[in-house]
């Protein structure tokens, strides 16, 4: 091994690898990002250099040193497959100088970390920490699951994919519940001050501490110090607010579980995709997609940041040569099914995860409510108000999406209730969440019916979509709208009128493994009709525009 340029960290020697440059350094070693010599893929790896005066034969995985800075991580990463989790590929042997030590490789975040973000810009949006902290829940409920806390959650080991994909990575503290430790463990301002042992709970402060840091730029002070969020982000939701103080809880038992954090967090706001373009190597900046996020925004862009996917998935098994299996797409059925269904949600005009919209929809000359451009217009004559029955009526639903999204479901202006049902049914799609859809279509209309069918061949399939959004934009809305096939005679109907854009997307297996791609964005004028029952408005049929 060699040193680099300023003589501060070795270089790795990794057969059938070239080393290409430091990625970070810490106290169980350092992480480098590797090419294979053949030209293949870039991976990390993170580097375990031999104790001083220490043989090759002493540092064999299995040893009281590696079995605490080594095989701990391996084995974690390598029995357990998550969506937002890094995955492992194998544990090799340093050659040259570094003969003795392991280098554990993986995925390579190309995004950086949340503490690469908030050095480089500053604080997140609300909308941002939304996207990083309702997965990072639901990863530590996964974990959780399996008996592995974490233990040092902490804003360098929250990674990002270039497509802007939060991924938590560095699992060398983890242990299995009721697994010995060395206690104080996890990084300073980010573990609870008065917990001497880690613990399940423990990974939900410190991920409630990251929350804290990603809006204001700095750790949580101490209870007894820390003035309201609100204090120093104005305008930051109260629910929001709510779920991480509860998170802060100095007293375990208070805290929330991971799984309820996230549900809280996914709750409280919109999430938005991150702008990575500042915070990354200038190496990465071909292949980011989120770097023109502030501009594609005002299009509608929502970006590829959270996956429209069932969260946990199912795990793999490590194979004899170590690492994990790259599950692969097996026969033409899957793929002609994948381009099935990916195509019929294309023409349906309002396929994709609606999760990240926030302000994306509205553009120059438009009025806008919160998540999609509508035109300025007027509801159609007797349209009936929305009532409290309309929210009553929206039972188990309502308690599933964010506030913003309930409001807008039952507003009586049905260009402003297209953009929230385009939202829930896009989730409920990627979700293969047949409540969701019955929230938003009429019963036995077609639009039910196309939906249905889709999700149904998901769900047969095992199949997701991966980077999937919609954008509604110029909707106007007409009084004029024809009868909708098997509508009750007495409904009140309408029709909006707008530009659907579905971005690039790709359909995924339940390995997350890519089984058809649609690599450019679809833009289609449509109407959609809309028919006003149990005091609001549903999705009756979507049809092609005449103009």
């Known amino acids: 091994m060699k040193a680099n340029e300023e003589g501060t960290a070795m270089m790795p020697v990794i057969a059938g690898y070239d080393a290409v440059r430091l990625l970070g350094s810490g106290s169980q070693g350092s992480v480098w990002l590797v090419a294979e010599k053949n030209g293949g893929a870039h991976l990390a790896a993170k580097c375990f250099w031999p104790v001083a005066g220490g043989t090759g034969a002493e ?48 995925d390579y975040a190309a995004g950086g970390s949340v503490r690469d973000v908030v050095a480089a810009r500053g604080p997140l949006t609300v909308g941002e920490a939304v996207t990083v902290l309702s997965p990072m829940g639901q990863v530590l409920s996964f974990l959780h699951g399996r008996g592995v806390i974490h233990g040092d959650l902490a804003p360098g080991n929250i990674l990002f994919s270039a497509h802007g994909k939060p991924l ?23 573990r609870c001050p008065v917990e001497d042992v880690l613990t399940q709970s423990s990974d939900v402060f410190s991920l409630a501490a990251v929350g804290w840091f990603a809006l204001t730029g700095r750790p949580p002070p101490p209870t007894r110090d820390r ?62 997609l989120t770097r023109g996020v502030a501009n594609r925004r005002r299009r509608g862009w929502a970006g590829q940041v959270l996956r429209g996917r069932r969260w946990c998935r199912r795990t793999s098994k490590p ?28 023409v349906a005009g309002f396929g994709g995860w609606r999760l990240m919209a926030g302000n994306g929809g509205v553009e120059t000359g438009t009025q806008g409510g919160p998540h999609g451009a509508v035109t300025a217009s ?123 854009t579905t971005s690039a997307f790709a359909e995924q297996d339940a390995r997350g493994e890519v089984v058809h791609q649609q690599t450019t964005e679809q833009r289609q004028k449509l109407d959609i009709v809309l028919i006003f029952l149990n005091g609001r408005w549903m999705i009756q049929e979507i049809l092609p525009s005449p103009g």
């Not at 040893?63 to 090799?92: F, G, K, M, P, Y």
């Not at 889709?454 to 999937?468: C, D, T, V």
């Open 227 to 288: 003035m309201p969020l609100s204090m120093y982000v104005p305008g930051v939701p109260a629910e929001l607010t709510a779920a991480l103080e509860a998170g802060l809880d100095e007293r375990a038992w208070h805290r929330p579980t991971a799984a309820a954090f996230a549900q809280a967090v996914f709750r409280s706001a919109r999430a938005e995709p991150l702008a990575l373009a500042q915070s990354v190597h200038p190496s990465v900046l071909p292949q980011l």
């Open 378 to 500: 007027s509801p159609p004559a007797a349209t009936p108000a929305p009532t409290a029955a309309a929210l009553a009526g929206l039972g188990a639903v309502a308690s599933m999406v964010p506030a913003g999204v309930r409001a807008e479901m039952i507003s009586d202006d049905p260009a402003i209730a297209l953009t929230a049902l385009a939202w829930v049914r896009s989730y409920a799609l990627s979700n293969v969440n047949f409540t969701l859809l019955e929230a938003v279509n009429a019963a036995g209309s077609p639009a039910a019916l196309a939906d249905t069918a889709i999700a149904r061949a998901l769900e047969k399939a095992g199949h997701s979509y991966a980077g999937l959004t919609t954008a509604v934009a110029e909707a106007s809305v007409s009084a004029r709208a024809p009868q909708p096939r098997g509508a009750q005679a007495s409904s009140a109907t309408a029709t909006v009128s707008a530009m659907i």
């Open 59 to 106: 540092q064999v995985p299995g040893s009281r040193h590696n079995e605490s800075e080594v095989t701990q991580e391996w084995r974690v990463l390598a029995q357990c497959d998550h969506n937002h989790l890094i995955r492992v590929h194998e544990l090799v042997a340093l050659a040259g100088g570094g003969e003795g030590g392991w280098a554990l490789l993986m």
């Open 319 to 346: 194979h004899a040569g170590g690492g994990r299996r790259r599950a692969r797409v097996r026969g033409p059925r899957v793929s002609v099914a994948a381009g099935f269904i990916a195509v019929a949600v294309v």
């Open 168 to 190: 938590l990575g560095d699992l060398g503290f983890a242990r299995l519940v009721g697994q010995g430790g060395p206690s104080g463990g996890g990084t300073p301002g980010f």
